[in-house]
């Protein structure tokens, strides 16, 4: 006879959702506890208001130091290194390993025939030499006659698409940044000897990556679990049925949802009547309970789109709009720059959305509000300053 699908209702899911990302009020109490339970934090460059990746420690612990994840980066054994786990991330180093079935990925890649790698062997070779005789190393810090700037690759020089080859098959690791730019250094200047000689199965890796994605999601379709670690979701059809058949993962319905969830065993008797959530904070625009856009909208009603790439006249919530979460809802998109030459924290526009009950926007208003001053405060900005652009006056 077969075991009935559980049905998980839409407020259900939201609450599991927001619980499984740290949402649900002092959860976590470290950058390091919040990196853990996410698996990789995402680096992003674009510094108008402030960088992605110290944004998601902000929402969930307040007021925090940025040192705390800095000094995490640092060392001769550091530890948090980059690799690319959910774009460009910060992971734990003994977590590196069960990357290695990408990083033979893009070794098969280079070693086809004619392969950047192949043409320029004596670069690497000679990088290999520099960063050895001279300790971990920026691109920067090559003198070479071809790290210069070119016209492809974002711009990047011969050297620095040499030194980014050999990060993503491993062969580097990143180790840190200086003035954002990426700290190339070799194994063995990084690593303890019991990380480099860690070794697992490809699939056995996948399932892993899996299940953490599952656990980070709560409850999700196969695309939202597959995204935390940057699979598509026909890389791992096979890895999440072998986390069906050893009950990591429970097929489930959510009543709205047009496509087939899955629920983490932890969440399998979650007391959601028991679940208060209390936050109020911006989000960055990749932070696991949105970067999934799709998703966003299923828990939320929330159609989200970063307007970075979109030509200004186009654009309608601003450049550098962030999701604002107040209690249990996506509730408005509001764009932020950190004014450090006025020591101003700028509200370029505030949106909320036009579906919330409009008895409601005035105590969302005030609430939003005491939090800017919360967000001023820890950009080490002397006041807010609103535009007054947008149906939301915070």
Same mark, same amino acid.
């Given at each position: 006879?077969?075991?009935?699908?559980?049905?998980?209702?839409?407020?259900?899911?939201?609450?599991?959702?927001?619980?499984?990302?740290?949402?649900?009020?002092?959860?976590?109490?470290?950058?390091?506890?919040?990196?853990?339970?996410?698996?990789?934090?995402?680096?992003?460059?674009? !510094?108008?208001?402030?960088?992605?990746?110290?944004m998601?420690?902000?929402?969930?612990?307040?007021?925090y130091?940025?040192?705390?994840?800095d000094s &995490?980066?640092?060392?001769?054994?550091?530890?948090?290194?980059?690799?690319? $786990?959910?774009?460009a991330?910060?992971?734990?180093?003994?977590?590196?390993?069960?990357?290695?079935? *990408?990083?033979?990925?893009?070794?098969?890649?280079?070693? *086809? $025939?004619?392969?950047?790698?192949?043409?320029?062997?004596?670069?690497?070779?000679?990088?290999?030499e520099?960063?050895?005789?001279?300790g971990?190393?920026?691109?920067?810090?090559?003198?070479?006659?071809?790290?210069?700037?070119?016209?492809?690759?974002w711009?990047w020089?011969?050297?620095?698409? $040499?030194?980014?080859s050999?990060?993503?098959?491993?062969?580097?690791?990143?180790s840190?940044?200086?003035?954002?730019?990426?700290?190339?250094?070799?194994?063995?200047q990084?690593?303890?000897?019991?990380?480099?000689?860690?070794?697992?199965? #490809?699939?056995?890796? *996948?399932?892993?990556?899996?299940?953490?994605?599952?656990?980070?999601?709560?409850?999700?379709?196969?695309?939202?679990?597959? !995204?935390?670690?940057?699979?598509?979701?026909?890389?791992?059809?096979?890895?999440?049925?072998?986390?069906?058949?050893?009950?990591?993962?429970?097929?489930?319905?959510v009543?709205?949802?047009?496509?087939?969830?899955?629920?983490?065993?932890?969440?399998?008797?979650?007391?959601?009547?028991?679940?208060? #959530?209390?936050?109020?904070?911006?989000?960055?625009?990749?932070? #696991?309970?949105?970067?999934?856009?799709?998703?966003?909208?299923?828990?939320?009603?929330?159609?989200?789109?970063?307007?970075?790439?979109?030509?200004?006249?186009?654009?309608?919530?601003?450049?550098?709009?962030?999701?604002?979460?107040?209690?249990?809802?996506?509730?408005?998109r509001?764009?932020l720059?950190?004014?450090?030459?006025?020591?101003?924290?700028?509200?370029?526009?505030?949106?909320?959305?036009?579906?919330?009950p409009?008895?409601?926007?005035?105590?969302? $208003?005030?609430?939003i509000?005491?939090?800017?001053?919360d967000?001023?405060?820890?950009?080490? &900005?002397?006041?807010?300053?609103?535009?007054?652009?947008?149906?939301?006056?915070?």
């Amino acid at each position: 006879m077969k075991t009935p699908t559980l049905v998980i209702s839409q407020q259900e899911a939201k609450l599991i959702a927001l619980d499984a990302v740290g949402l649900v009020g002092n959860q976590d109490q470290t950058v390091l506890d919040v990196i853990d339970r996410f698996g990789t934090l995402q680096i992003d460059s674009v !510094n108008v208001f402030e960088r992605a990746h110290y944004m998601p420690l902000f929402s969930r612990l307040g007021s925090y130091d940025k040192n705390d994840l800095d000094s &995490l980066t640092q060392g001769s054994k550091p530890q948090l290194i980059e690799y690319w $786990a959910h774009q460009a991330s910060y992971i734990r180093p003994e977590n590196l390993y069960l990357y290695q079935w *990408r990083m033979q990925y893009y070794r098969d890649r280079a070693a *086809r $025939a004619k392969s950047f790698d192949k043409e320029n062997s004596k670069l690497i070779k000679w990088i290999f030499e520099e960063i050895r005789t001279n300790g971990p190393m920026t691109s920067a810090q090559f003198e070479h006659e071809d790290n210069y700037r070119q016209g492809s690759w974002w711009g990047w020089s011969t050297v620095k698409r $040499a030194l980014e080859s050999q990060f993503r098959q491993g062969h580097l690791i990143g180790s840190g940044r200086a003035n954002f730019s990426r700290i190339y250094s070799l194994p063995e200047q990084s690593l303890s000897t019991k990380h480099r000689n860690k070794t697992i199965d #490809p699939y056995e890796a *996948r399932v892993k990556l899996l299940a953490h994605g599952a656990k980070l999601m709560g409850v999700g379709t196969i695309k939202d679990i597959a !995204n935390v670690f940057f699979h598509t979701p026909t890389e791992v059809k096979a890895e999440l049925q072998t986390l069906i058949e050893k009950k990591i993962v429970y097929p489930v319905q959510v009543q709205g949802w047009d496509k087939p969830a899955y629920l983490h065993k932890d969440y399998l008797n979650f007391e959601t009547k028991n679940t208060k #959530p209390n936050l109020v904070t911006v989000l960055s625009p990749f932070d #696991p309970l949105t970067w999934e856009r799709d998703r966003a909208k299923r828990l939320f009603n929330f159609d989200y789109k970063i307007e970075i790439y979109v030509p200004e006249p186009k654009r309608i919530y601003g450049y550098y709009s962030l999701p604002t979460l107040y209690k249990d809802q996506l509730i408005a998109r509001i764009d932020l720059k950190s004014d450090r030459q006025n020591k101003a924290l700028l509200v370029q526009s505030a949106w909320h959305e036009t579906h919330l009950p409009k008895a409601n926007i005035p105590t969302y $208003a005030k609430a939003i509000t005491k939090h800017l001053k919360d967000v001023q405060k820890w950009q080490g &900005l002397e006041r807010v300053e609103s535009k007054g652009v947008g149906n939301f006056e915070v």
